[in-house]
């Protein structure tokens, strides 16, 4: 497996991690992370060996979201949907193991993925409005699980619930106790690696398919496209 700087990536056969390590920031995402985390995706989907794909974090969080000391310069590549529609399309079953803030940028990371686990200390939310952002997941995947009414309520408010609550609002698939999380993610990886590959892939495809179109894609960048250019203005006014 390839070195990152800001992921660690393992192999436990039948199951490919990727561990985001950054914990000195909570794991804040950068434009780096978002970047080698797509390169990973890209080796485990190709790679037979792998079944499942667990997403985690080191140290006390999962994410808190997007690093906002990234240079303004870099967000038009960080906003485009490279990394999220891989995540979202991959072939092979994932599995967010989240713990701790799960916030924003990785709150749709979590979204993205076809299950999530969470410990019992987790914080859950979504906060775009909050700094000025949208989240492709929240547009397709959120309302299909929690209904559209719930999804309002937890994008415009940007209130952040524990992972009871998360639950019980069917947005997490279980909640386990802090030290038992990544058994509970291998367990359920091994679970469903144990089926046959093209049935889940299958599966997955036609699943898929009732979340995410292309006018949830063009409202994402019709929206992105205003936020960018007004923070290109506001960059150009204060010289």
């Not at 009871?164 to 509970?184: C, Y």
């Amino acid at each position: 497996m390839k070195t990152y700087n800001t992921i660690i990536v393992e192999k436990q056969d039948p199951v490919g991690i990727i561990t985001l390590n950054r914990p000195e920031k909570l794991n804040a995402m950068n434009l780096e992370m978002k970047n080698e985390i797509f390169d990973a995706l890209s080796e485990m989907e190709v790679d037979d060996d792998i079944k499942a794909v667990i997403m985690a974090g080191a140290g006390r969080a999962f994410s808190s979201g997007h690093d906002n000391d990234d240079p303004v310069e870099v967000m038009p590549e960080f906003a485009s949907l490279k990394e999220e529609e891989l995540l979202f399309n991959l072939d092979k079953p994932t599995i967010a193991a989240v713990h701790g803030y799960t916030l924003g940028d990785a709150m749709q990371q979590a979204l993205l993925c076809d299950i999530i686990i969470a410990s019992e200390n987790t914080i859950l939310g979504f906060i775009g409005p909050k700094v000025g952002a949208l989240c492709y997941g929240a547009f397709t995947v959120l309302p299909a699980i929690v209904g559209r009414h719930k999804a309002n309520e937890l994008l415009f408010t940007c209130d952040q619930i524990s992972a009871e609550e998360g639950h019980r609002i069917g947005l997490v698939n279980k909640v386990v106790p802090h030290d038992e999380l990544m058994s509970a993610a291998i367990e359920m990886a091994g679970k469903i690696a144990q089926w046959s590959p093209a049935s889940i892939k299958y599966t997955k495809r036609a699943m898929r398919m009732t979340v995410a179109n292309d006018i949830h894609k063009d409202a994402l960048n019709e929206g992105w496209a205003a936020i960018l250019g007004a923070m290109a203005g506001q960059q150009l006014e204060g010289g």
